[in-house]
Protein backbone atom coordinates (compact mmCIF):
# COMPACT_ATOMS: atom_id res chain seq x y z
CA UNK A 1 0.00 0.00 0.00
CA UNK A 2 0.60 3.90 0.05
CA UNK A 3 0.12 5.16 3.73
CA UNK A 4 0.57 8.71 4.78
CA UNK A 5 0.28 9.45 8.15
CA UNK A 6 -1.28 13.12 9.39
CA UNK A 7 -0.79 14.23 13.18
CA UNK A 8 -2.58 15.48 14.87
CA UNK A 9 -6.39 14.91 13.49
CA UNK A 10 -8.03 17.44 15.63
CA UNK A 11 -6.55 20.47 17.38
CA UNK A 12 -8.45 23.08 19.60
CA UNK A 13 -6.35 25.92 21.15
CA UNK A 14 -6.44 29.67 21.55
CA UNK A 15 -5.64 32.60 19.14
CA UNK A 16 -2.43 33.50 18.85
CA UNK A 17 -1.32 30.06 19.65
CA UNK A 18 1.06 28.19 16.83
CA UNK A 19 0.01 24.53 15.56
CA UNK A 20 2.22 22.40 13.80
CA UNK A 21 0.88 19.45 11.78
CA UNK A 22 3.16 16.64 11.06
CA UNK A 23 2.52 14.17 7.76
CA UNK A 24 4.40 11.18 6.93
CA UNK A 25 4.59 8.71 4.69
CA UNK A 26 5.23 5.12 5.97
CA UNK A 27 6.14 3.00 3.69
CA UNK A 28 7.24 4.65 0.58
CA UNK A 29 9.80 7.28 -0.22
CA UNK A 30 8.24 10.95 -1.21
CA UNK A 31 10.39 13.59 -2.73
CA UNK A 32 6.75 15.77 -3.11
CA UNK A 33 4.64 16.40 -0.40
CA UNK A 34 1.30 19.03 -1.01
CA UNK A 35 -0.72 20.89 1.53
CA UNK A 36 -4.26 21.17 0.93
CA UNK A 37 -6.97 23.54 2.81
CA UNK A 38 -10.88 21.98 2.50
CA UNK A 39 -13.37 24.32 3.19
CA UNK A 40 -17.41 22.41 4.05
CA UNK A 41 -18.36 21.23 1.27
CA UNK A 42 -15.86 22.54 -1.19
CA UNK A 43 -13.00 20.76 -2.89
CA UNK A 44 -9.49 20.75 -1.65
CA UNK A 45 -7.23 23.93 -2.30
CA UNK A 46 -3.66 23.82 -2.69
CA UNK A 47 -1.83 25.51 -0.27
CA UNK A 48 1.97 24.54 -1.23
CA UNK A 49 4.00 22.07 -2.88
CA UNK A 50 6.63 20.83 -0.72
CA UNK A 51 10.20 19.27 -1.65
CA UNK A 52 12.72 17.43 0.36
CA UNK A 53 15.75 19.22 0.32
CA UNK A 54 14.51 22.99 -0.68
CA UNK A 55 11.58 25.33 -0.37
CA UNK A 56 8.10 24.90 -0.31
CA UNK A 57 6.73 26.46 -3.51
CA UNK A 58 3.29 28.54 -2.30
CA UNK A 59 0.46 29.06 -4.50
CA UNK A 60 -0.53 32.40 -4.99
CA UNK A 61 -2.12 34.37 -1.63
CA UNK A 62 -0.86 32.10 0.64
CA UNK A 63 1.01 33.71 2.92
CA UNK A 64 4.49 31.71 3.40
CA UNK A 65 5.11 33.48 6.70
CA UNK A 66 1.90 32.36 8.10
CA UNK A 67 2.02 28.84 7.02
CA UNK A 68 5.83 27.77 7.17
CA UNK A 69 6.19 24.27 5.55
CA UNK A 70 9.30 22.08 6.30
CA UNK A 71 10.26 18.74 4.20
CA UNK A 72 13.71 17.48 6.23
CA UNK A 73 13.27 13.90 4.66
CA UNK A 74 11.71 11.75 2.51
CA UNK A 75 8.93 10.90 4.43
CA UNK A 76 8.16 13.54 6.44
CA UNK A 77 7.03 17.45 5.99
CA UNK A 78 5.67 19.47 8.47
CA UNK A 79 3.31 22.70 8.47
CA UNK A 80 3.33 25.31 11.50
CA UNK A 81 0.57 27.84 10.85
CA UNK A 82 1.88 30.40 12.59
CA UNK A 83 -0.06 32.51 14.95
CA UNK A 84 -3.38 31.03 14.48
CA UNK A 85 -6.23 33.18 14.06
CA UNK A 86 -10.56 32.01 13.98
CA UNK A 87 -10.15 32.23 10.10
CA UNK A 88 -7.71 29.74 9.72
CA UNK A 89 -10.01 27.37 11.30
CA UNK A 90 -10.54 24.61 8.35
CA UNK A 91 -9.50 20.93 7.56
CA UNK A 92 -5.91 20.56 6.46
CA UNK A 93 -4.77 17.59 4.38
CA UNK A 94 -1.64 16.59 3.04
CA UNK A 95 -0.77 14.00 0.49
CA UNK A 96 2.59 12.73 -0.93
CA UNK A 97 3.85 11.22 -4.20
CA UNK A 98 6.36 8.36 -4.63
CA UNK A 99 9.96 8.89 -5.08
CA UNK A 100 9.68 6.80 -9.03
CA UNK A 101 8.70 7.68 -12.00
CA UNK A 102 6.71 9.98 -13.24
CA UNK A 103 2.63 10.10 -13.89
CA UNK A 104 2.43 9.05 -9.94
CA UNK A 105 -1.17 9.70 -7.85
CA UNK A 106 -1.19 11.19 -4.75
CA UNK A 107 -1.48 9.27 -1.56
CA UNK A 108 -3.36 11.46 1.48
CA UNK A 109 -3.39 11.56 5.25
CA UNK A 110 -6.62 11.53 6.91
CA UNK A 111 -6.28 15.31 7.44
CA UNK A 112 -6.53 17.30 10.45
CA UNK A 113 -9.49 19.74 11.72
CA UNK A 114 -7.92 22.94 13.10
CA UNK A 115 -10.22 24.72 15.28
CA UNK A 116 -8.72 28.28 16.58
CA UNK A 117 -11.09 29.57 19.08
CA UNK B 1 -8.64 30.24 -17.29
CA UNK B 2 -7.92 26.65 -16.41
CA UNK B 3 -11.42 25.28 -15.17
CA UNK B 4 -12.63 21.87 -14.00
CA UNK B 5 -16.23 21.02 -13.90
CA UNK B 6 -17.84 17.98 -12.40
CA UNK B 7 -21.45 18.09 -12.62
CA UNK B 8 -24.29 17.08 -10.82
CA UNK B 9 -23.48 18.23 -7.56
CA UNK B 10 -25.44 15.40 -6.29
CA UNK B 11 -26.04 12.33 -7.66
CA UNK B 12 -28.41 9.44 -6.45
CA UNK B 13 -29.36 6.22 -7.94
CA UNK B 14 -30.87 2.64 -6.69
CA UNK B 15 -28.26 -0.31 -5.27
CA UNK B 16 -27.48 -2.35 -8.70
CA UNK B 17 -27.50 0.61 -11.04
CA UNK B 18 -24.56 1.93 -12.26
CA UNK B 19 -23.34 5.92 -11.10
CA UNK B 20 -21.75 7.54 -14.07
CA UNK B 21 -19.87 10.97 -13.14
CA UNK B 22 -18.54 13.77 -15.14
CA UNK B 23 -15.64 15.32 -15.52
CA UNK B 24 -14.99 18.02 -17.82
CA UNK B 25 -12.08 20.25 -18.05
CA UNK B 26 -11.30 23.74 -20.14
CA UNK B 27 -8.15 25.54 -20.99
CA UNK B 28 -6.32 22.12 -20.32
CA UNK B 29 -3.80 19.67 -21.62
CA UNK B 30 -3.67 17.21 -18.73
CA UNK B 31 -0.80 14.44 -18.53
CA UNK B 32 -2.91 12.23 -16.89
CA UNK B 33 -6.36 12.10 -14.92
CA UNK B 34 -6.90 10.86 -11.34
CA UNK B 35 -9.94 9.63 -9.62
CA UNK B 36 -10.53 9.67 -5.67
CA UNK B 37 -13.07 9.16 -3.07
CA UNK B 38 -13.55 11.23 -0.32
CA UNK B 39 -15.54 10.24 2.76
CA UNK B 40 -16.99 13.00 5.33
CA UNK B 41 -13.97 14.19 7.87
CA UNK B 42 -11.38 12.02 5.93
CA UNK B 43 -8.15 12.79 3.38
CA UNK B 44 -9.17 11.34 -0.35
CA UNK B 45 -8.66 7.59 -1.15
CA UNK B 46 -6.86 7.41 -4.49
CA UNK B 47 -9.48 5.17 -7.06
CA UNK B 48 -7.45 5.29 -10.51
CA UNK B 49 -5.27 7.09 -12.29
CA UNK B 50 -5.32 7.35 -16.70
CA UNK B 51 -2.83 8.46 -18.79
CA UNK B 52 -3.78 11.06 -21.59
CA UNK B 53 -2.83 8.75 -24.65
CA UNK B 54 -5.22 5.95 -22.55
CA UNK B 55 -8.69 5.25 -23.38
CA UNK B 56 -10.18 3.64 -20.79
CA UNK B 57 -8.78 2.12 -17.25
CA UNK B 58 -10.75 -0.93 -15.22
CA UNK B 59 -10.27 -1.68 -11.50
CA UNK B 60 -12.95 -4.39 -10.24
CA UNK B 61 -16.24 -2.46 -10.34
CA UNK B 62 -14.91 1.06 -11.36
CA UNK B 63 -13.82 2.36 -15.13
CA UNK B 64 -12.57 5.38 -16.29
CA UNK B 65 -12.62 6.52 -19.59
CA UNK B 66 -10.72 9.60 -20.77
CA UNK B 67 -11.22 11.56 -24.16
CA UNK B 68 -9.21 14.32 -24.50
CA UNK B 69 -10.63 15.77 -27.75
CA UNK B 70 -13.76 16.08 -25.87
CA UNK B 71 -11.84 17.05 -22.61
CA UNK B 72 -14.02 14.60 -20.53
CA UNK B 73 -13.52 12.37 -18.10
CA UNK B 74 -16.41 9.52 -17.27
CA UNK B 75 -16.28 7.52 -14.11
CA UNK B 76 -18.43 4.48 -13.79
CA UNK B 77 -19.47 2.58 -10.64
CA UNK B 78 -21.31 -0.78 -11.71
CA UNK B 79 -23.39 -2.73 -9.37
CA UNK B 80 -23.57 0.10 -6.93
CA UNK B 81 -24.06 -0.34 -3.06
CA UNK B 82 -24.70 1.86 -0.11
CA UNK B 83 -21.29 1.37 0.72
CA UNK B 84 -20.13 3.07 -2.45
CA UNK B 85 -21.81 6.24 -1.13
CA UNK B 86 -18.99 9.38 -0.78
CA UNK B 87 -17.81 11.81 -2.74
CA UNK B 88 -16.04 11.60 -5.52
CA UNK B 89 -12.91 14.28 -6.66
CA UNK B 90 -11.49 14.10 -10.11
CA UNK B 91 -7.92 15.89 -10.70
CA UNK B 92 -5.72 16.70 -13.18
CA UNK B 93 -1.96 16.82 -13.60
CA UNK B 94 -0.91 18.99 -16.94
CA UNK B 95 2.73 17.64 -15.64
CA UNK B 96 4.41 14.82 -14.77
CA UNK B 97 5.79 17.12 -11.58
CA UNK B 98 2.29 15.52 -9.63
CA UNK B 99 0.52 18.90 -9.12
CA UNK B 100 -2.44 18.27 -9.51
CA UNK B 101 -5.96 20.59 -9.64
CA UNK B 102 -8.75 18.95 -7.80
CA UNK B 103 -12.73 19.37 -9.01
CA UNK B 104 -15.21 19.98 -6.80
CA UNK B 105 -16.87 16.73 -6.26
CA UNK B 106 -19.85 14.52 -6.60
CA UNK B 107 -21.86 13.54 -4.19
CA UNK B 108 -23.10 9.73 -4.45
CA UNK B 109 -25.91 8.12 -2.55
CA UNK B 110 -26.65 5.00 -3.65
CA UNK B 111 -29.86 4.27 -2.04
CA UNK B 112 -30.57 0.70 -0.74
Known amino acids: GAVVSQHPSWVICKSGTSVKIECRSL??????MFWYRQFPKQSLMLMAT?????????EQGVEKDKFLINHASLTLSTLTVTSAHPEDSSFYIC?????????????FGDGTRLSIL | SQKIEQNSEALNIQEGKTATLTCNYTNYSPAYLQWYRQDPGRGPVFLLL?????KEKRKERLKVTFDTTLKQSLFHITASQPADSATYLCALANTNAGKSTFGDGTTLTVKP
Open chain 1, 27 to 32: DFQATT
Open chain 1, 95 to 107: SASRKQTNNQPQH
Open chain 2, 50 to 54: IRENE
Open chain 1, 50 to 58: SNEGSKATY
